[in-house]
């Protein structure tokens, strides 16, 4: 019982954040993404009845106590669904920093939630899948679907899941990553967002979000690079604005995120089409179309605190790679 | 007909952004603020039927277009009061970097204001100077009284000035400014602020100013420390959130700014009892009670992208400091 799966990262466009419901992580808000073609999480899982107890590699090592259980805790899930208890080996690799923005915990929930159900020797619908993920890590929901992807909030469990709203080749445009990052972030997404309602505009937020994600999705449709672009990166300064605004205090920013934020409109005043978003990290990622993803890598390659550039298409969501089933 | 007045600038710990009024410069909501006892504007103002036009040199130079048109409008304003129409020539100096945050334009109105009242052979009130100097620069209202200062918001232009609320002596607080500017802003404050209504949080924003201010008042008549560093710092990270959530987006922070911002809270978990605020612009204030100062000062001569360091205490208002009335 044994399974290997791979599961991309996904940049939202509409951002999550704040929970209508802690444990079974229902967010406050909808929230529209595409998955990433180049930041992969690639996760084995095997249960046997002769391990001992459950065993967790992550990136070639080991995990702090809070992420170990949080990892357990969804391998009971998929236990409780298999009627199993066999113990678990998970081996999980990320191919790009975990912890700054990337969204490691997407991607490594997606893939271990579909490693783990294979392993279990269990099959799930896509949709089954993705309400599965959520429960580990909110965002890993969107992880599951190909392309371009909504995360439909729904008020109970089997109401909040992602379904692909438009498949991958649907509109060539990059998500180019600056790698500016100096370190894990200091507190992390998961326990942040447990103070959103704290900001004084988290209820202004959350009332205008339906109609975002209308305007979101219709940019998409039609291609609209311009207003897609104003959208999405006034979006991500509206929430690391509930973020700072937010008691304690949360800046993700490096200094390298800020300066990025302060050259882009001046590269777009130079004629390049180049819209940025943030995470809830200090990587920064620059949306563009694929014929201007030369020009952003070059403008990125001046700047001498951009560690690594990372270009992403619009990519698979999460996939198996092998699976041996004994 | 020539005086010399020299004016503080101050720093606002509730701040002011978007106007009721443009014309004349009514502000959205009321402020509570502290005049500075070193960052000082010297301004001679001299009035004489021999010269042809009016001739402003400030810091020794010359000035744009807009800027100059500004000042000749508010001697336009002392000049219909005093029923002359003789052009001046208005020599300035600030002892601090101009259009950086330090707030050049209150200290540099408020002593324009006092010295051509002066030139002009004009006595006013404080009340009057003050609604006068607002007219300047909203801010500038505020550096007319001495110590701990109110901007009451008002109606009317009459309405609309600021008062002392409390002496110099009355708290031993400081501002330790530390100077991480990069050059001057790129948009200015009073630019800014007229887009300060598409913002969708600056509705919530203002509902909540009346009893911010209040609140503010309190802490400071009651020297409770504590809350008021909170309130302050929160205050700032609202205000430049609504910057940061206008169309166009404004982001004034520098690098410097945004590496102290994260700072701080670590000093405090030091156990030094410091909080930031920052005006429309780059350079950083750090609030502290003066038994703290040399520790901030510590902390801040370790990094070596701060330019400079200014000590200030609650300071005197707007003053004479020299008077020739032929």
Redesign the interface.
Known sequence: MKATAIAPSNIAFTKYWGRKDEVLRLPENGSVSMCLSNLLTTTTVEFSPEFEKDEVTINGGGLEEGEAQRIIRHLDRVRKMAEIDQKAKVVSNNNFPSGTGLSSSASGFAALTLAAIKAAGLNLTEKELSILARQGSGSACRSIPSGFVQWLDGDTSEASYAQQIFPPNHWAIADVVAVVSEGKKEVATSLGMKSAQSS??M???LS?MKEKNEKVKEFIKDKNFTEFGELL??EA??L??IM??Q???L?Y???GT??I??LV?HWRAEGIPVYFTINTGQDIHLICEAENVEKVKAKLKELDFVKDIIVNTPGEGARLLSEHLY
Chains 1, 2 share one sequence.
Do not use: C, N, S, Y
């Open positions: 004084p505009f209820q202004v937020r205008r990166e006034a300064l509206e690391h604005t700072l605004t008691r304690p205090a800046i920013w490096t200094t800020l300066r934020m302060k409109p």
